[in-house]
């Protein structure tokens, strides 16, 4: 049985899509609500502590702000501090993000390990959009705030990315749609490639675990079962949801 972490206003808290910036509750909130949900990846073992630049975190949401160009976004100010808060507790040296859109959840990543809110140094953070449009606007907004390269885009099927990707992979972030058959079922093929690269400790998130969760049925049977991940948590704040796993 996966641990969730619920906020009592996870139905309430949403985007409104076309606003990718906007303010939704007071910061001192947001940050308590994502404090909660770390302090439970850390009891449950997914996290060794849950400590992260609350500055620095600021620095990259200035910069995304200003540099990034978001068509919409379901990432809610909650979601993209936790997912920047795991990256740098984590800390990958690599990383692959499939599904990334205009690079927003990419950068929610990645940020923790290139640009203004940068805390500690990357190899290769890797996201992959396979609608060659998106991904060339995620290469655009990624390279106006890192000039190091280590992080990038390609446009590929994740799938096979995962599958030949050179050495070990830190984290994987999923977050990609199949055929109109699979949608987001995809996320346990996307897994299934990579898993041999993933050595104990690597973490995976998965998004939409909440509002996909039908689509995802057997992907979260597979990292909920003890056999496969060491934990699972259903970290759900807005309706979107996190499922935050560790092999």
């Known amino acids: 049985m996966a641990r969730t972490y619920r906020s009592e206003d996870w139905e309430t808290y949403r985007m409104t899509y076309g606003q990718p910036h906007r303010e939704l509750e007071p910061l001192d909130r947001e940050v308590a609500v994502v404090d909660e949900a770390l302090a439970l990846l850390h009891a449950e073992g997914i996290l ?35 997912l920047y808060a795991i990256n740098a507790i984590a800390q ?51 390279r106006r705030i890192d000039l190091t390269g280590v992080a990038r885009i390609v446009a590929e099927d994740a799938v096979d990315t995962a599958a ?40 995976v998130l998965a998004h939409n675990s909440v509002n996909a969760a039908r689509r995802l049925e057997r992907y979260l049977a597979f990292v909920r079962d003890p056999a496969n ?9 807005d309706p979107e949801g996190l499922e935050v796993s560790v092999r």
């Open 48 to 82: 060794p502590h849950t400590e992260y630049g609350r500055e620095k975190m600021l620095a990259h949401r200035s910069a995304v702000r200003e540099h990034f160009e978001i068509p919409w976004t379901a990432i809610t100010p909650r979601m993209q501090r936790l």
């Open 164 to 203: 030949r990707f050179p050495g070990q992979i830190g984290l994987l972030y999923l977050d990609a749609d199949g055929s109109p058959e699979k949608g987001k079922g995809i996320y346990l093929d996307i897994l299934q490639a990579a898993w041999d690269r993933l050595p104990p400790g690597a973490v």
């Open 92 to 142: 990958p040296a690599t990383m692959i993000a499939a599904g990334i859109f205009c690079g927003n959840t990419f950068i929610s990543n990645a940020g923790a390990g290139v640009g203004p809110g940068a805390c500690y140094q990357a190899r290769q953070l890797l996201g992959v959009e396979i609608d060659p449009e998106k991904a060339a606007l995620a290469e655009r907004n990624v």
């Open 229 to 237: 991940m060491a934990a699972s948590v259903n970290v759900i704040f």
